[in-house]
């Protein structure tokens, strides 16, 4: 099975891609309870967009160019 996240016409779902190239959409909590729908969108119609979106992004200054070359000269 393999879920994806999908927009199309300005709405965003999720859904299963099956495999004869169509998305069928769920309904419900991707990790609770949820149950796909009489709902389907041909593959290409549809933009695939990120699973699932960090609430948080980390990044250590190491790996900027800038903070690299700052810490190299100390």
């Known amino acids: 099975m393999k879920w994806c996240r999908y927009q199309l016409g300005g709405q ?10 169509y ?6 909590n ?5 149950k796909k729908t ?3 969108h041909p593959l290409d119609l549809v933009k695939i ?13 190491r790996n ?3 903070h690299a070359e700052g810490m190299a000269a100390t």
Do not use: Q
């Open 23 to 28: 998305i069928v959409e769920v309904s419900g």
């Open 38 to 40: 009489d709902i389907s």
């Open 30 to 34: 991707l990790l609770g309870e949820n």
């Open 64 to 66: 900027y160019r800038g």
């Open 12 to 21: 965003t779902s999720y859904g299963i891609v099956e495999d004869h190239g």
């Open 49 to 61: 967009l990120a699973l699932i979106i960090p609430s948080m992004l980390y990044g250590a200054g």
